[in-house]
């Protein structure tokens, strides 16, 4: 699996049922707090080239992201790369699910990050803050599917 960091979690939803709640993109906020705002182009199911525009809060920055998907293929793979331009920027990250047994799923999430001028003296932190929280994000994500 590729990325600067990732978690794990367990959860207890069947596979299908994770997939589509994360491939929905617009529960980003249920488990991320830092996504003030999140909207899909095209309005729809999400899919292949399906763009998420969203307003985050990042280390006391408000910024603009836009996160394309890049693979779709349900019920196991979603991947997206970040189309704005911002300091610090994601080219690639994603989720990997994977069936345990007919109720639970593993789920794997991962981020690479990549710095883009000051931000290229700023991404370490930004990766270290991201590894520290990796297991705990993905234990947001958990409660946030199982609650849905």
């Given amino acids: 699996m590729p ?18 709640f994360l491939a929905e993109g ?4 249920k488990f991320s707090p830092r996504v003030i705002e999140i909207h899909k182009e095209p309005d729809g199911p999400s899919g292949l080239g399906t763009i998420f525009v969203s307003r985050v809060k990042d280390a006391g920055m408000t910024t603009d992201r836009r996160f ?12 997206w790369s970040e189309r704005s331009k911002n300091l610090v920027t994601v080219p690639e990250g994603g989720y990997d699910l994977e069936a345990v047994g007919d109720s639970q799923t593993k789920l794997t999430v991962f981020n690479s990050l990549v710095g883009h001028g000051f931000g290229k ?10 590894v520290k929280d990796a297991d ?10 199982e609650a849905a």
Avoid: C, H
């Avoid at 959860?11 to 049922?17: E, H, K, L, S, W």
């Fill in 68 to 79: 394309e998907l890049t693979v779709f293929e349900a019920p196991a793979t979603l991947r």
């Fill in 26 to 29: 617009t529960n980003d906020p």
């Fill in 3 to 20: 990325g600067d960091f990732s978690g794990t979690a367990l959860i207890d939803r069947p596979i299908a049922d994770v997939f589509a």
């Fill in 121 to 130: 003296l700023i991404v370490g932190f930004a990766r270290k803050a991201a």
């Fill in 136 to 145: 705990a994000f993905a234990q947001r994500i958990k409660a946030a599917v």
